[in-house]
C-alpha cells in the first residue's frame, strides 16, 4: 500500500531530524543524558510497523479526506515515542531480554555498566520516562485552531491513562481479559489514533462514534493477535522470545481458553510451564500442545476473525469517506493477516 509506506516514510524521517535534535540539546545541557536519548531512540527507529500513525492518517482521511494529511506528522512521531515508553517499561516488568531483534532498554543499559542490573533497570526507567515526556513535546508542537489542541490533547491524555490501568490489570492477572484488552492495547493502539485523526479532521458526532464503533473490536482483536503470536509466532518476525508469554503466566485469552476446556491432566500440563521463567523448553512446548488440543488456539483464532468482521462492518456507515473507509479497512485485512 503505497499510502502506508509513504505515513511510515514521514514519521520515521521525523522521528530522525527530532532525535538528533534532542542529541545536541543533551550534549549541551547534561553530555551523559545523550546515552538515553540513544537508548530511546535505538527502540523506536529498530522496526515497528507505524500501525498506530496509519491509523491516525486513515481516521483522518475518513473525515476529511480533502486536507493535508502532513499536519499529522508531529503527532504520528509522538505516538511511537509514547509506544517506547511503554515498552521500556513492560519489558522490564515481564524479565523481557529482547525486542524488536535487540536487546531491551534494561539489558542494553545492563550490560553498558558493567552487568548492574539495579543501574539498568533504574536508567531504563528514567529513559522510559524520557520517551514520554518527549511525546508529550512533539502533542505540544505546530501551530493549529484551539478547538483543535484541545481535542487532541484531551484524546492524547485518555489514551496515555488507560494503557496504564491496563498494564496495571495485566500485571494482576485480571480475569477479565476483555477490559484489558481495551485499556492496554485497544486504547493507544487503535482507539486512541482514531480519535487523534478525528480531532485533526474536525469529525462530526457521527463520525467519531462509526470510527469507535470500527476502533473497539480491532483493539481487541489486535490483542488476541498479539496473544497468538506471542505463543506461537516465530520469535525472528516478532523481536522477542516466544514463549516469554507463557514463563511470565500471563492471562491471556488462550490460558483463559484453555482453563475452560482442559481436563485434569492437561490443566498441570499447562500449569507446569505458566508463571515458571525457568521452565524448559520441553514443558513449554507441552503447554503449547495443550493450547492447540483442548480447542483455545482454534477458538481465539475464531473470535479474532469474528472481531475483525464486527471492525469491517462499522465502516459501512456513510457518515465516513470512502478514501477513509478503504484505507480503514485494508488496516482491519493487515492485522487479520497471521504472520503480521
Known sequence: MRWLTEVRAGVDERLERYFEAKRDAARGLAPESVELVDAIAALTMRGGKRLRPALMHAAFCAVAPDRDPAVLLDTGAALELLQTYLLVHDDWMDHDEERRGGPSVHAALREAHGGDAHLGASLAILAGNLASACAWELITRG??????????????????????????LDLLATSDVSLMQQLKTGSYTVRGPLMLGAAFGEASDAQREALLRYGRPLGEAFQMRDDLLGTFGDSGATGKAVSSDLREGKRTALVLAAERRADAAARADLTRALGDRGASDEAIEAAREVLVRVGAKAEVEERLEALLDDARRALEDDSLRELGRERLRALADQLGRRDR
Open 143 to 168: 501551530e493549529h485552531p484551539r478547538a483543535i489542541e484541545r481535542e487532541v490533547t484531551r484524546a492524547f491524555l485518555r489514551m496515555h491513562q488507560e494503557v496504564v490501568y491496563g498494564q496495571q
